[in-house]
């Protein structure tokens, strides 16, 4: 991992994000983007490689091809179709499973065998398909899973406590969608529980307004894209991060989207979880002490994914 490289499949809104806020961040050494549209990775490329000049690094920024892969640390995918009016999510799921069929197969031809990090949504469905794709060891496949949720989370909880938003230990768990969740029983301010920060503060705070925090994370998306028509800043930042995990060797705690195997009696599912991040992907599961409620809405969230995910026709 001298030379970190990454090749980026997919230079839409949210690969691009993730392409400049690599660029600010000095992510990698070398980053390759890979489009369908050929023209527009080229273009992308040349944007970036203008602002070399203003930015700390020395990153070589090129438009390539699938045989760029060989040598790559990190292929992350951003690629994927978008929902077509009257489209139903497993219509989406079915093409979108193509997409992923035309992009991986080409990958492991050309001989990767490093990570393979997924944004592209509905991101645990998707990861779970490149990881039965690949062969992969599962902890070689990541999702980007709850990691801007828990993000969303810690903004927002800081808002309303008045309190750095760093110092926020909260997590988003589950499907990253409609069925995700926080589980304020495993939720710090610093080393003390929400719950008790709420309970000697009766008059300044309330668990009614941590449901509606929660509310807020889990449509913030919907707002988003009303607004601005999709989101991509927030998810750009959030790829970034868990690239910089793997690269610096962090061990970092990061709610990714891996698959589970046995922990709180799940398996296969790929759903979002807190993970030790490292150089080799995940390192390992954190299984949280959730509460029975929690754990219900937990194991109704990987049901939802497992049911959506059995009716699709996943080439291996």
Known sequence: MDQRKVVLVGTGMVGMSFAYASLNQNA??????????????????????????????????????????????????????????????????????????????PVLENGFCGIFLVATNPVDIMTRITYDMSGFEWNKVIGTGTTLDTARLRYLAGDYFQIDARNIHG?????????EFVPWSQALIATKPIYDVIKDNKDKFSLSELEEIATQVRTSAQQIIKAKGATYYGIGMAIVRIVNAI???????LTVSSKMNGEYGLNDVFIGN??????????SLLELSLQRDEFSKLRDSATVLNECYA?????K
Do not use: W
């Not at 292929?75 to 992009?103: D, M, P, T, W, Y």
């Not at 997590?171 to 069925?179: A, K, L, P």
């Not at 690269?247 to 705690?253: I, R, T």
């Not at 009716?311 to 080439?315: A, F, I, R, S, W």
């Open 28 to 105: 990698c050494d070398e980053l390759v983007l890979i489009d369908l549209n050929k023209e527009r990775a080229i273009g992308e490329a040349m944007d970036l490689n203008h602002g070399l000049a203003f930015s700390r690094t020395a990153m070589k920024i090129y438009a390539g091809e699938y045989s760029d892969c060989k040598d790559a640390d990190i292929v992350v995918i951003c690629a994927g179709v978008n929902q077509k009016e009257g489209e139903s999510r497993l219509e989406l799921l079915s093409r979108n499973a193509k997409v992923f069929e035309s992009i991986i197969h």
């Open 171 to 179: 997590y988003v768990i589950g499907e990253h969608g409609d069925s």
């Open 247 to 253: 690269f610096q060797n962090e061990n970092s705690v």
């Open 274 to 283: 807190p993970c030790i991040i490292n150089r080799n992907g995940v390192r």
């Open 311 to 315: 009716q699709l026709d996943v080439k």
